[in-house]
């Protein structure tokens, strides 16, 4: 079998569509055959070759020596052109359209086992993208993500797009992206090594409706988690949603405890909605691990700092209780503040208070961790103050510090000036405490690797 | 004593601040009392008086016969300030800064049981709004949120501010917003009583830390419920956070369990967090209640669609079993299409198949209520597409509908077409199954009251 590296980093790929041929009911049509040849052109580094079948056959491409073919075509013709790019030596192949029966499932099953072929889906899509060397295959146009460390698979076009739309307007930093709708041949277990080994993914994010094989899965995952964190989200988890994944992309979804038990096992971090999967995908791609339970919460304002701390323990963290010489630093400094966590250091705090604040409180040990709040309205703060917690997080990078500049329109203000700094940012306090939560758990999980023994890779 | 209407109807309002003393650390300032002031003249349409103390004493204003005064200073100023208003018979006052201490406090209540005076705070931050006659006492410029029937009472300053933030940024139509701060005088049981006869008013919104006469505000808030509904989050559920809640506004937390009992027995609906809060709100101000558990699910994507099958199950509510009749319709006219609940109609679907699937689904008198999920990435859908679920819901107006056009940006397109429709929006389909969750709980509770046959409030 060739390597599932020919799906993200090909020199030359071959588009092959129709600017003619329209499904009544299907994503075969003009308009995505020529959006996706638009977003080639103007993105993919490499070489492309056009195949419009409407004016012209597959024919004589051998010595181009594409390494991918992406098929856009309803299911027979996709068989068939498939059938033509495997018997000329193409590596792997994206196949966009989805209706294919379970027949011709098994035809593509087939084809893999006689040449060596890679197949990515059918009814991906959205196929995959690759920010290192342009390669998008989506039919979005203008839609290229950030270069950034954060991998997503998602076995479900829509998850994916869905994903892909909200990086894309957060700036969240993106490798790949890939979509793996039926995966009769590339899945999960094929895609987690290969990114487990991509220098340019730091964590991987997973969408899932199935698994073929489980126990493959549990074993390859648990070495790529020592290596790089992963996360799922898992679709199909109430009988009613299973049944429906099974004719969405014929996954057999298993019972819930059964793949929660298996993910635990793998040491994969199961997160309950998509904005949980990313959230946390952002906090372990900038910040350093939570090597204990206890946050410090450092506030201008004093409900959403009590909202934090009821955050912080219903995720499984604790409010740390500050050192005395802590308190009596912050509150011979500001009188008139209490240095009770959560710390309400009043309205009027600017970048000065925070600074001295966020020292003290990362330089005690009794502190593992720090949830920062800074809202606009109602108080002092100006966006720019933001800017000192990126200070407070370099010369303490062993602590993570999480943002949460609550609200809505203050938060985009906030974030504009922080995006693309270390510093996670969320809008709620409630989706902090998830993002600590995850950060927590991925150094548990890197300790409990330890601890076996097993030697780390490298 | 007064009532409470001449904090949100005043014809004539004095704000006292001064524009030189600033509080070392605490929210007296200039800046303060001119950014008040500022608001005021900008949107108030009744009277403003203004006396900056810094200038001139508080004098013969008697005749002008203010009925709200706005008090910005640090706590022994305000407090002479207050007890000068309350002598010259004004009906009401704002406390903005906070610091007082329970001595201070006791004098401040002392003040209305002599002389009637009613006082919201003292540690409002933010005082009061009123869309309708423009009264704003924040000191947020630019900052009036859109004229609209949900109402916001919030102990805290700092969550009131997010909840304000959150409200301006999405144009969530607003009535009033009221900040309570330490609940010396007014409080919850005051201000629902006062809304639940607000014309302006539809659905109310509460932040609380803590409940002074719990036995009061469920008596109150059971009347209320009957006419309006009412959602509240409340702050210092944990014991550290409870802890914290004592020092940030005075409240007694009491017991998670207790508060949950007490609310559910008013037929209050607790939402997790702020967010859920307003989603819950524009879904019950924008839609009719449910009145069943059934729900459909259409959408142009597999994954999400399975996402929010899911995510109505664990709301409580169901996936609706479509009769035969409504699968064969649909099936007929778009083969390829498998009409089984959540119904996939495939990501090259337009306004034509939205309008024609969703008539026929709220037809079925198996379904109560009806999810719809548009992403626009990985699909054909456009923005204006949206505008049919808007006249879907008017041709069935017993059954509510809530959309969600997944993602960031793509959100934002279609929030752009239907934001002033009565389609509330949510990106994630979990948010919209909490959104049908409150307005299952609300016809639960109308319900229940019915059956009780007390009689109802016209």
Redesign the interface.
């Known amino acids: 079998m060739n390597s599932v590296e020919h799906l993200f980093e090909p020199q030359k790929v071959i588009l092959i569509g129709s600017s003619k041929i329209r ?5 075969t ?1 003009p ?1 995505l055959f020529e959006s996706v040849v638009c977003n080639m052109k103007k993105c993919f580094k490499g070489k492309i070759i056009v195949v419009d079948l409407s004016k012209k056959t597959l024919s004589n491409f051998e010595e181009e020596k594409p390494e991918l073919g992406v098929i856009m075509l309803p299911p027979e013709m996709s068989i068939q052109q498939a059938e033509k790019c495997a018997t000329a030596g193409v590596k792997a192949l994206v196949l966009i359209t989805g ?1 294919f029966k379970n027949h011709q499932r098994q035809r593509l099953r087939q084809m893999t086992e006689d040449h060596g072929i890679r197949i990515l889906g059918p009814n991906t ?2 196929g995959v993208i690759n920010t290192a060397n342009g390669l998008n295959t ?1 039919f ?1 146009k203008d ?1 290229m993500p950030t270069k950034g460390d954060i991998a997503v698979i ?9 994903l ?7 700036n969240i930093g993106i490798s790949k992206f890939a979509f793996m709708g039926d995966k009769i041949d590339v899945n999960d277990v094929d895609l987690l090594e290969y990114l487990s080994k991509d220098p340019r993914t730091r964590v991987i994010c997973l ?1 899932m ?1 199935g698994i073929e094989n489980g126990r493959k899965f549990i074993e390859t995952a648990r070495k790529v988690v020592r290596k790089k964190p992963v996360l799922a ?1 898992k ?4 009988r ?2 299973a ?3 099974l ?3 014929a996954s057999i979804a298993g019972t819930d405890e059964v793949f929660d038990a298996g993910l635990k096992k793998a040491g994969v971090i199961r997160t ?4 949980e999967l990313l959230n946390s995908a952002v906090a372990l791609s900038k910040q350093p691990t939570l090597k204990g339970d206890d946050i410090a919460i450092v ?9 934090a ?3 912080v ?2 995720n499984g963290l ?2 740390a209780t500050l050192s005395e010489a802590t308190k009596r630093r912050i509150e011979t400094r ?5 240095a ?3 710390i ?1 250091i ?3 705090a600017r970048a000065e208070r925070y600074t001295m604040v966020l020292r003290h409180v990362l330089e005690d040990p009794n502190v593992d961790g720090v949830m920062v709040i800074n ?6 703060f100006e966006p720019e103050d933001a800017l000192t917690i990126v200070k407070a997080a370099k010369e303490y990078p062993k602590k993570p510090i999480v943002d949460v500049p ?7 203000l906030v974030y504009k000036v922080l995006e693309k700094s270390n510093i996670p940012l969320y ?2 306090p ?1 989706k902090a405490a998830k993002a600590l939560k995850a950060l927590r758990l991925y150094a548990k999980i890197v300790e409990k690797w330890d601890k076996k023994s097993e030697p780390r890779a490298p």
């Open positions: 499904e009544k009911v299907g994503m049509s308009q209706g899509i959205m989506t979005e839609t998602s076995q479900s076009g829509g998850v994916g797009a869905y892909l739309d909200w990086t894309c307007s957060c969408y409706e989200v679709g199909g988890v109430t009613e949603a049944n429906r994944a004719s969405h992309t309950e909605d998509l904005e506030s201008n304002v004093g409900g959403p700092a009590i909202l701390a009821d955050a323990a219903k604790r409010l500001y009188p008139g503040i209490d009770s966590n959560p309400d009043i309205a009027d809202m606009l309205k109602s108080t002092f609550a609200g809505g329109e203050d938060f985009n809008n709620l409630e």
